[in-house]
């Protein structure tokens, strides 16, 4: 009897372990499927949409400054309201543009791309200051970006003789100044950080930031 008792123990034992070694393997697979990414689960496909804005955003920085639009646009800046306080011209409330997209080429190109797209955008320029230090200018914003936006930059190189923009026969295209005013640290947003005679007056940083409404 004694025998058989401990036989029956063992047994018991025994299949006790099984079981837990099978409760065990069961909740790793089961952990598993419930965090594996599949190129179906909501992450992976939400970062394919960020790589395909981030290329997109890439895509329009390129195709505007290879065109100039982007630099003439980061150069339409002055007194349009004729109120002493300078800004990009025609913007609204704020010296950025709020209400509406840029009315320069580069405005058109970003509204042509993200706007029938419901996808937000937001254009921010950063330079260096003499100091040292940088500083960001807001050129257009659409809002606070959400958690899952995408981010392109673009340097732009801005030459001493580089001179300001506005639309003084409100085609919605960027031109000279009639003065042709070169810019200088008393009538634009970025300093002069080079005193030499480079000819370079500053290097723009140029950001898109962009995400689904």
Known sequence: MTRRRKSDRGQAHTLEAVMSALILITSVIFALQVTAVTPLSASTSSQHIENQQQATAEGLLTAAADSGALERTLLFWGDSDDDGDDEFRGATN???YTAGYPPTE???MLETTFGDQSV???V???YHTDGGGERRQRLFYQGEPSDNAATATQLV???DDAVLYDDADGDEVAE???SETQINENNF???DIDGTDSGVYTVLRVEVV???M
């Open 120 to 122: 937000a955008a937001n």
């Open 176 to 178: 000279p100044t009639d």
């Open 106 to 108: 580069f405005g058109r």
């Open 157 to 159: 190189t801005l030459y």
């Open 124 to 126: 921010y320029v950063r």
């Open 94 to 96: 704020e010296e950025y």
């Open 189 to 191: 947003y970025a300093e």
């Open 210 to 212: 962009v995400w689904r």
